[in-house]
């Protein structure tokens, strides 16, 4: 307040002593001074809180845009690490799956072979017997054969008194006791 007062008397004695003119552009220069420092003086604490609110409300709009860039950078890292955990996950998949084929295939060689060890097994075992059964079978018929043919021998030979069978006759009789 003392340098306005000390200001406006300097400036009246100026005046007075005709040193300094007042003109319209002088005055209106000089009004144009003094509403700017008025209204510097009045509002400088409503335009500095405006602006220290203004800066206020820029920091935090500043600060969430960076907080949200932060948790898009923290998730895109997590998607990342994920994608990497589940490109892995798949290989370790595949190897595992690769080895388990190959064990399947392993063993259903081995299965199928005593699959077929076994159905062989029993089918070479039917055979056998149905062998044995057969050869038990035909022997049967050729002894009823023979049985049949040394019967209708005889029959012939005592009913039917032929040369040829006579002489047949006596020399199976005598082949017979030569084996006795």
Known sequence: MFNITISILTL????????????????ILLCFIVFTWLVYNKLKTS???????KALDIHKLIQSSFDY???????????????KSLTDNFCN?????????????????????????????????FIQRLEKQTSKLLALLIVKKLSKITNLNRYYL???????????????LREYFEAI
Do not use: A, M, P
């Not at 860039?69 to 994608?83: A, D, G, P």
């Open 12 to 27: 009246l004695i100026l005046i007075s002593q005709n040193l300094l003119l007042l003109n319209e552009e002088s005055l």
């Open 158 to 172: 005592k009913n039917f008194q032929l040369g040829t069978w006579k002489c047949i006759y006596k020399i199976t």
């Open 93 to 125: 998949l595949r190897s595992y799956f690769t080895k388990l084929n190959t064990f399947f295939v392993l063993k259903l060689k081995e299965f199928t072979l005593g699959n077929y060890q076994k159905s062989y097994k029993k089918k070479l075992i």
């Open 69 to 83: 860039t932060l948790i898009s950078l923290k998730l895109e890292l997590n998607t990342q690490q994920e994608v």
């Open 47 to 53: 335009i500095q809180s405006d602006l220290n609110s």
